[in-house]
T-cell receptor, first 114, second 115 residues
């Protein structure tokens, strides 16, 4: 039973345009959400996070939006750059009730074309 | 600041053989995690240590997998005997502590192929 779902295995975007990566979750106890970026042959790297008390968090070109009623979050990258081409993992945690274990989605492979 | 180190980077073994992976977390990080990432899936937590104590090993197949973090620093994950379905990337991560929104830093992983 997947608690964190990334339904798009891949996404292709033109350089300079917006990339929108989506993530859905089923566990209403999740209170913290993270996005990780992964290049081939490297471990995942933390990108941006959001607490359930917020609905938006912004860091430079990256913005994460959280819709708790829909149990949905999205990562917006504006403008997209070729170096953003990677696999993006959505992860969730119940920090309020556990030790910080992360539950990951399957990932979305983003390709940004020059 | 040095990152999380893992070795070996790649390992190929026959089924029923044994294998061990090593992880050195970022200096000062109290919490250490081992994840298994099967091709096409996201990382799945196998075991979490807080210093040298186990916090969560609920998803560790204990009949064949074992892990230790004897001095609260380095950690070893062992598989004995390996099965074909153990082929995956094994990721080690560390954080300052557990909970409290601590970011987890990942190592490059060990890619295991079981033939």
């Amino acid at each position: 039973d997947q608690q964190v779902k990334q339904n798009s295995p891949s996404l292709s975007v033109q350089e300079g345009r917006i990339s929108i990566l989506n993530c859905d979750y089923t566990n209403s106890m999740f209170d913290y959400f993270l996005w990780y970026k992964k290049y081939p042959a490297e471990g995942p790297t933390f990108l941006i996070s959001i607490s359930s008390i917020k609905d938006k968090n912004e860091d430079g070109r990256f913005t994460v939006f959280l819709n708790k009623s829909a149990k949905h979050l999205s990562l917006h990258i504006v403008p997209s750059q070729p170096g953003d081409s990677a696999v993006y993992f959505c992860a969730a945690s119940n920090y309020g009730g556990s030790q910080g274990n992360l539950i990951f989605g399957k990932g979305t492979k983003l390709s940004v074309k020059p | 600041e040095a990152g999380v180190a893992q070795s070996p980077r790649y390992k190929i073994i026959e089924k029923r053989q044994s294998v061990a992976f090593w992880c050195n977390p970022i200096s000062g990080h109290a919490t250490l995690y081992w994840y298994q990432q099967i091709l096409g899936q996201g990382p799945k937590l196998l075991i979490q240590f807080q210093n040298n104590g186990v916090v969560d090993d609920s998803q560790l197949p204990k009949d064949r997998f074992s892990a230790e973090r004897l001095k609260g620093v380095d950690s070893t994950l062992k598989i004995q005997p390996a099965k074909l379905e153990d082929s995956a990337v094994y990721l080690c991560a560390s954080s300052w502590t557990s909970g409290n929104y601590n970011e987890q830093f990942f190592g490059p992983g060990t890619r295991l192929t079981v033939l």
